[in-house]
């Protein structure tokens, strides 16, 4: 029969086996059980033995007293100190707490309305998110009602009466009730800032090859899922890119301007489209024209001359002279006109601001008086634009 080892056996058996090495290793050193020398030798080893069992065991007791009775049951109840408190809505206050998670409390009546909060977002609207362990729900900011309780992955804020919230990998939208009334199979980007409905629609990628495109409040696609890119400057206009370039779209999803743009800014007042010709114009919001040739930058050129001039240097109490190059200002300016995707390209002005060439270059350099160096073409020019052979 098979005798069952015991935990107290065990310790006995590996008490015993470490005391008999030690023993061997001590007759090296002339111990002799039973002796005087012995018996000392034997009596500091016990006691430095007991000194450190006494050292771990009063260590791992004030670990675990620090760690676990004092940090998470003694100083959250008695130490409530407030980090930071943000105003929700009338009496209605969220509480970051210093030693534990926040909660929401009524100043008014001194009631804890929600404890364990992480954090509150809120905007304009009534409904507030806020997020308890690592779910998602809402309230009511202006009596601290939980109308939609922390049951999801992620919440974004209301807008427009709808709020986007994810569940189990899928976007789902729901009313201020809590009810679902868009489930369409649509997917959540692992990096997005967020879906919000905006002059009628929100941009929402496909779960096939992550592009982007617009939904209506059923759901349904209205504008394709094919852009890279889409984004919503002002009420009026829709900024889409596809296959690296921008286009416009009107409020009703009318094209204002195709994908071909190298790039485009909406201003307050008006469209600023740069082409892949270098050049850039502003349109009004209909898509007329405003300006035919936008200039971003100007600026002088210096060049080296002929024409040299000495210049004193003090060394330990010696005067030495050197002799510099004296630089000049060329007759023409360079102008930049900017452009993310190909890089900003240059033209030569003159100085009463007639344009002497297109934006062509990715550099002008002043070589002489009225010489231009202009790469990547690396042909010289003239103050008048003209090749010089």
Known sequence: MKKEISFKLFLTVLWRGVCQVLKAIGKLFGYKEGTTFGKVVWMVFATCVTTLLLLLTVSVVYMFCDAVVYRKWIRPNTSPSVYMEE???????FQDLYYRNGRVLDK?????????????????????VFAVGDKRGYLNRFT?????????????????????????????????????????GHVVPFETDGFFFRSG????S????????????????????????I??????????????????????????????????TVHDNFIEARFDDYTAKQYDFKG??????????????????????RMAVEDEGTTNYVEETVSGIAECQKYCVYNNLLGNHYG???????RITPPLYSSIEAIGKDLYLCQPQGIIINGKGQRVE
């Not at 939609?148 to 807008?159: E, L, Q």
């Not at 030569?348 to 007639?354: C, F, T, V």
């Open 206 to 229: 496909n779960a096939a090859d992550d592009n982007w495109g617009l939904i209506d409040k059923t759901g349904n696609w209205v504008l394709a899922p094919e852009y890279e890119h």
């Open 87 to 93: 105003h929700l809505g009338n009496s209605i206050y």
């Open 144 to 184: 601290g009602e939980v109308l939609v309780p922390s049951i999801y992955d992620r919440a974004w804020v209301f807008a427009e009466g709808l709020a986007a919230v994810e569940k189990n990998g899928k976007l789902l939208f729901i009313d201020q009730s809590g009810k679902v009334v868009i489930d369409k």
């Open 348 to 354: 030569l002005i003159a100085r009463n601001g007639k």
């Open 201 to 204: 629609y929100c941009v929402v």
């Open 231 to 264: 984004g919503h400057p002002n009420d009026s206009l829709w900024v889409v890119k596809k296959n690296g370039y921008y286009g416009v779209l009107t409020e009703a999803l009318d094209t204002l301007f195709a994908p071909v743009l190298c790039d485009v």
């Open 288 to 309: 007329r024209l405003v300006t035919d040739f936008v200039i971003d930058e100007v600026e002088n050129m210096t060049y080296a001359s002929t024409e040299l001039y």
């Open 108 to 128: 008014e009546n001194g009631k804890t309305l929600i404890d364990d909060v992480k954090w509150v977002a809120k905007t304009d609207d009534t409904l507030a």
